[in-house]
């Protein structure tokens, strides 16, 4: 095909460029080299590649494999987390009902486990929740303006829990959700994780009797430092555990980064984001930043860039954007996936829990999807059977030109 148009070319060019003291005359049975198709040949071949690199830096679409069905998810006002235990059993966290439910493994029915109320053993103004394997679970609320955390047995009776010093200071807040302080705990089973830059470090790690067990991360340079509270909502973001050992910090406010922890808390790395599809997002970020009238005065208005983030079992990096684009990284910082949720829409993630069956259950929809290794990649449209990954086919071969031999 090709091969043939680089042939003729060549022909060609063999014989406009020959010898003027050549004695043989031209071969009145040889094919006439036609320059015409040469050229389409080669453009056909231009079109192939450029098609094929646009392609290849399609995001992987994944869709959905699953759903709580619709009469069970009605129920639900505002389902802010979707969480599952190693027993099987689901947990919904309602943020808008200020409850927690839970659903039996074949997510036929839902009951309340945790009602609403401002007394201990309820909640009021949840803001975060997090399940452990075992099937205890933590809920952050603000009864009171005080920021609370609850830790729950997985029929919803209170096993302990403890009140942070001072109000709730709302620095980052999206869609009427607090993000910061007890907005981003992290649940272990033994502690529990926190972004709290008034601490002076990134991620506090607390004992379940409310006491601090240690910090780990110097703040970031923001070039804020002279506005106490612009510095700290930019130094703000989502603390996580990696299952293979250490810990990651994704900043979910400004400029896109992340950084790796060992597990005694030395810094590994830092990487900072980019790509085509958080172009215009990055280059949105204000120099300065609109304020917003609090009780304690006027703050920074400060929105995310980050939305949710979270680690698989393999220890790869989940960061999903404002935008409906998630970036996966690996144990060493590179971006391996660039990955679209897709269920009856795309899917901004809001939630990301990554269950021992090698699926990921997503908010808002309460949608699953199965983890594809990260070969497949979105192209035509083509859907792996059973896979929930849209995977590219072979672009075909272009024809051969007409008139080469």
Not at 192 to 210: D, R, V
Not at 370 to 382: L, Q
């Amino acid at each position: 095909m090709v091969t043939g148009a680089w042939r003729s070319a060549d022909r060609a060019r063999t014989i406009s460029h020959s010898s003027p003291r050549s004695t043989n005359p031209p071969n009145p049975h040889s094919p006439i080299p036609n320059p015409l198709a040469a050229a389409a040949a080669i453009a056909a071949c231009c079109l192939l590649i450029c098609a094929a690199t646009v392609t290849a830096r399609a995001p992987e679409v994944l869709r959905s494999v699953g759903a709580v069905p619709a009469h069970v998810a009605g129920r639900f006002r505002d389902a802010s987390g979707f969480q599952q235990a190693s027993s099987g059993q689901y947990y919904v966290f309602d943020r808008r009902s200020h409850v927690v439910f839970g659903l039996d493994t074949d997510q036929s029915s839902a009951w309340e486990i945790v009602h609403i109320g401002g007394e201990e053993g309820r909640i009021i103004d949840p803001t975060a929740f997090a399940v452990e394997p075992g099937g205890t679970f933590v809920v952050a609320d603000a009864p009171n303006n005080r920021e609370r955390i609850q830790i729950f047995t997985s029929a919803g009776f209170r096993i302990g829990g403890f009140l942070l010093p001072g109000r709730l200071k709302t620095r980052v807040v999206f869609d009427n959700a607090v993000l910061n302080g007890i907005g981003s705990l992290q649940y272990t089973g033994t502690t529990i994780l926190m972004s709290q830059p008034e601490t002076g470090a990134l991620i506090t790690i607390y004992e379940l009797n409310g006491g601090v067990h240690r910090t780990i991360g110097a703040l970031r340079r923001t070039g804020h430092e002279d506005d106490h509270e612009l510095h700290l909502a930019l130094n703000s973001g989502i603390p996580l555990v990696d299952p293979t050992g250490g810990f990651y910090f994704v900043f979910q406010t400004g400029e896109p980064v992340f950084r790796k922890y060992d597990a005694a808390g030395q810094l590994v790395f830092e990487r900072r984001m980019q790509g085509r599809e958080i172009d215009d997002l990055v280059a949105s970020l204000p120099s300065t930043w609109p304020t917003r009238k609090t009780e304690d005065g006027e703050v920074p208005l400060v929105r995310p860039t980050i939305r949710t983030a979270g680690v698989d079992r393999a220890g790869n990096l989940w960061i999903a954007f404002v935008i409906p684009y998630t970036y996966v990284f690996d144990r060493d910082g590179d971006k391996v996936r660039t990955v679209q949720f897709r269920a009856a829409g795309l899917i901004a993630p809001t939630s990301l829990f990554f269950a021992s069956n090698n699926r990921v259950l997503v908010t808002p929809g309460l949608y699953e999807f199965a983890i594809a290794n990260g070969s497949a990649r979105s192209g035509d449209g083509a859907v792996a059977e059973g896979s929930g990954v849209s995977v590219l086919s072979d672009p075909p071969d272009p024809p051969d030109p007409p008139g080469l031999p």
